[in-house]
Each structure stands twice: as structure tokens, then as C-alpha cells.
């Protein structure tokens, strides 16, 4: 598949088609990841499609529009935050940042695609109103890892949310004292919720079988939006 188109690649990384899946793997192999490019109704379903429900209420109660949005991570064809620019059309900017894109996917007016490490943001500070990242951030290495989640809450505007799928955080009680101690040092509120099991063979079939999602709210927490409630459909 790679071999037959064009593709732009952050130094430091090395995509491998020797495997039942194709992958990319930083080149210490410290982190690898399959090649994937999920749609955004299926990321949006698993997250208990709470990302379209925050964009629609986002998009009627923002006076600043569009909404700038952020697909960690999003795959090399951008498919995901392609989706969510076709959908709410340019009541939204979406930018999907990947360290692999396909050369040939163009950027519209409402769609970006950014070669970029999600742990070194080229964002400014509280730029970006909705954030998401499906099955990234539990294949990097620890400190990239936290350096992420600093990031994340760097970009957030106030009252910004982002979603992550199941890590290491999620199995921590929401309460236990190093998630508080992060959320404090980062300003921001940690939420566990329930998505779509991901162990659903339409997305991941031999995953964990539980579906808790983080949701980091950057304070201060509008309220009524999270009183929106996720829904398994
Ligand atoms: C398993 S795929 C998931 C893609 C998409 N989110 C989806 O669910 O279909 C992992 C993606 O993360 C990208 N990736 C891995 N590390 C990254 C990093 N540090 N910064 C940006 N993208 C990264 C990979 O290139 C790959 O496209």
C-alpha cells in the first residue's frame, strides 16, 4: 500500500511493511503503532459520540467561530478529521497531526494535515477547543507520553476538552493521587467515562476489553456542556 504512494515522514521514525500489518515505529523502536485511518463516526462512536455532541454544542454557544480542532495522531490519510471537516463544514478547523501523511492528501479550508510529534506541539497556548486521540497515546513511551498530556492542556483554551482512549491513566481510580497531583499541576480536570467496548471487532479485535476513555476539561469547566451525557448507540 505505502510503496505506492508518496509519503511525508518525521525524521526519526521508519515505516515497516514487513509485518502482517504495516507499522510505523520510531527508529530507537522504542514506539510502534499499525498503520491505521479510522472514520471519524467510529472514533466518535467509541468515545460514546460525546466529541459530536461537545462540536454541536461548541458550535451553537461559541461566538468565536470556527472551532479549532485537533486529531492526535489521526493516521496518514487524515480520514478521521477529514470526516469531522465534512461534517460540521466551516463551523470548524480541524488539524489532523501525524508523524506519517499521505503525500496526496491536500489540505481544504477547513482541513489541515500537520507533520508533527503530539508530544511538541506547534500550537499556541490555548488555541484549540477540542482535542482527540484514538489508540496513540497508550503505544508511547512514558515521558512522551506525559509530555503529551502537558501539551494537550498547554493548547487547550479554557473550557477546552480533549479525549484520549484507554491508557495506563484509565485504570486508576479517578480519585487516586497522582491523577489529581497531574490534573492540579496541569490546571485542568481529569473525567473517566464509558465509551463503546473496543473490543468491538469493528475496531479493534483483540484489544482490552474495557472502554473507559479519559476526558481532560481545561478549567474552567463549562458546566453545561459536560452535563451532556455520553451515548451508546
Ligand atoms: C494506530 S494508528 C491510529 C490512527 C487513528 N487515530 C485511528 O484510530 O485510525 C497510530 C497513529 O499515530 C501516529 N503517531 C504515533 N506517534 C505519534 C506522535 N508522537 N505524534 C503524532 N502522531 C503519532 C502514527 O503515525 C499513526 O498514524
Not at 200 to 209: I, K, L
Given at each position: 500500500m505505502l510503496v505506492e504512494y508518496s509519503y511525508k515522514l518525521l525524521p526519526g521514525y521508519r515505516?515497516?511493511?514487513?509485518?502482517?500489518?504495516?507499522?510505523?515505529?520510531?527508529?530507537?523502536?522504542?514506539?510502534?503503532?499499525?498503520?491505521?485511518?479510522?472514520?471519524?463516526?467510529?472514533?466518535?462512536?467509541?468515545?460514546?459520540?460525546?466529541?459530536?455532541?461537545?462540536i454541536d454544542y461548541l458550535r451553537r454557544r461559541s461566538g468565536a467561530l470556527p472551532i479549532s480542532i485537533v486529531d492526535l495522531g489521526g493516521g496518514w490519510f487524515s480520514r478521521a478529521s477529514r470526516g469531522v471537516a465534512k461534517k460540521f463544514g466551516s463551523d470548524v478547523?480541524?488539524?489532523?497531526?501525524?508523524?506519517?501523511?499521505?503525500?496526496?492528501?491536500?489540505?481544504?479550508?477547513?482541513?489541515?494535515?500537520?507533520?508533527?510529534d503530539i508530544s511538541n506541539l506547534d500550537l499556541s497556548d490555548a488555541s484549540v477547543d477540542l482535542a482527540y486521540s484514538?489508540?496513540?497515546?497508550?503505544?508511547?513511551?512514558?515521558g512522551r507520553r506525559m509530555n503529551t498530556f502537558r501539551e494537550v492542556a498547554r493548547v487547550l483554551r479554557p473550557?477546552?476538552?480533549?479525549?484520549?482512549?484507554?491508557?495506563?491513566?484509565?485504570?486508576?481510580?479517578?480519585?487516586?493521587?497522582e491523577l489529581q497531583d497531574l490534573a492540579q499541576e496541569l490546571g485542568v480536570t481529569l473525567h473517566f467515562k464509558n465509551g463503546t467496548a473496543m473490543k468491538?471487532?469493528?475496531?479493534?479485535?483483540?484489544?482490552?476489553?474495557t472502554s473507559r476513555f479519559l476526558l481532560m476539561v481545561k478549567e474552567p469547566e463549562d458546566a453545561e456542556m459536560l452535563a451532556i451525557e455520553e451515548k451508546i448507540d
Open positions: 515505516v515497516s511493511l514487513n509485518e502482517p500489518a504495516p507499522s510505523i515505529r520510531r527508529s530507537d523502536y522504542t514506539e510502534s503503532f499499525d498503520i491505521k485511518d479510522r472514520e471519524f463516526d467510529l472514533i466518535d462512536h467509541c468515545f460514546g459520540n460525546l466529541p459530536s455532541a461537545y478547523d480541524v488539524t489532523n497531526i501525524d508523524v506519517l501523511l499521505h503525500g496526496e492528501v491536500n489540505d481544504t479550508d477547513n482541513f489541515h494535515a500537520r507533520l508533527g484514538w489508540q496513540v497515546l497508550f503505544r508511547m513511551e512514558e473550557g477546552g476538552v480533549a479525549f484520549v482512549d484507554e491508557d495506563y491513566l484509565c485504570t486508576l481510580p479517578s480519585d487516586s493521587s468491538s471487532d469493528r475496531v479493534y479485535p483483540h484489544g482490552p476489553t
